[in-house]
């Protein structure tokens, strides 16, 4: 059974930072892109970031370009996201994700549980 566990959330001041990690089991994923996704409360579920299979190629959204970095593991089928930098509106639970059909959309094959992530003002 595949599985997706984040991990690292927590509660952290503004101008802080923290690092998500999400371990998968169950299969390799080391040939697909992997992202992570956030919703704050009240809203809809958005993308942050995604990386290609290789850790070659990255894409983020606008409002985390240049304060996130998503890297990769492959040995270690673990994909990451440093955060520094936080925001109070970076305050939501994160989820990791994997597309086993392509690029990363807002329907990835498999989903992560989440993990909250809280930054104070």
């Known amino acids: 059974q595949v599985q997706l566990v984040e991990s690292g959330g927590g509660l952290v001041q503004a101008g802080g930072s923290l690092r998500l990690s999400c371990a998968a089991s169950?299969?390799?994923?080391?040939?697909?892109?992997m992202g992570w996704f956030r919703q704050a409360p009240g809203k809809e579920r958005e993308f942050v970031a995604e990386?290609?299979?290789?850790?070659?190629?990255?894409y983020y959204a606008g409002s985390v370009k240049g304060r996130f970095t998503i890297s990769r593991d492959n040995a270690k089928n673990t994909v990451y996201l440093q955060m520094n930098s936080l925001k109070p509106e970076d305050t939501a639970v994160y989820y990791c994700?994997?597309?086993?059909?392509?690029?990363?959309?807002?329907?990835?094959?498999?989903w992560g549980q989440g993990t909250q992530v809280t930054v104070s003002s």
């Open positions: 990386i290609s299979w290789s850790g070659g190629s990255t």
């Open positions: 169950g299969r390799t994923f080391s040939s697909y892109p």
């Open positions: 994700a994997v597309d086993t059909h392509g690029r990363i959309t807002s329907s990835p094959t498999y």
